[in-house]
T-cell receptor
């Protein structure tokens, strides 16, 4: 699976949009971009994923650049409960042999 | 979304004993499950991939005789830490791959994690 790079940490004011970037310049054509987050002392929570089109669900929006070499996770109205480590991962999701390898992620702090 | 449950949430055991952690996919069948461990302030480290009905595949550096993984059914995988030592104290997390859907790949969902403390 391709490697990703993310900023180590970010701050966001409560109520504002949190924009978390991720670079995946070596992504292959059949690899999806997945986002998870991990709140302290809990298992990772699935947020959203996409292949090449922008995606939106009740939690977040995912914007993928046209060349697919980077993406941005957007939390439209950050709350204190969104404070967590956010992981951007790319994987070939339709095979039986892929696995999820975590990098260090981005530690997002939502500030009152 | 899909639910993956782990049990127990936390366990304390004596050094030299064995402890078993269960991982269940509650609303889907998972042919593949994964086990991770996580030390404080570090990212998750993949330990092994567990395929239903076959032997687990361990990552480099993970002792397969110490961390026994069994995936006997499509909804249950177990991790047994044998002859536990204090350095095995960690946060253990499982995940399960959901079946593929028409519109997306087969998403992997994670359990809540299990805290193991060896005294």
């Amino acid at each position: 699976d391709a490697k990703t790079t993310q900023p180590t940490s970010m701050d966001c004011a409560e109520g504002r949009a949190a924009n978390l970037p991720c670079n995946h310049s070596t992504i292959s054509g059949n690899e999806y971009v997945y986002w998870y987050r991990q709140i302290h002392s809990q298992g990772p929570q699935y947020i959203i994923h996409g292949l090449k089109n922008n995606e939106t669900n009740e939690m977040a929006s995912l914007i993928i650049t046209e060349d697919r070499k980077s993406s941005t996770l957007i939390l439209p109205h950050a709350t204190l409960r969104d404070t967590a480590v956010y992981y951007c991962i790319v994987r070939v999701a339709k095979t039986s042999y892929d696995k999820v390898i975590f990098g260090p992620g981005t530690s997002l702090s939502v500030i009152p | 979304g899909a639910v993956v449950s782990q049990h127990p949430s936390w366990v304390i055991c004596k050094s030299g004993t064995s402890v078993k952690i269960e991982c269940r996919s509650l609303d889907f069948q998972a042919t593949t499950m994964f086990w991770y461990r996580q030390f404080p302030k570090q990212s998750l480290m993949l330990m092994a991939t567990s395929n239903e009905g076959s032997k687990a595949t361990y990552e480099q550096g993970v002792e397969k005789d110490k961390f026994l993984i069994n995936h006997a059914s499509l909804t249950l995988s177990t991790l047994t830490v044998t002859s536990a030592h204090p350095e095995d104290s960690s946060f253990y997390i499982c995940s399960a791959r959901a079946p593929p859907t028409r519109y997306s790949g087969n998403t992997i969902y994670f359990g809540e994690g299990s805290w193991l403390t060896v005294v």
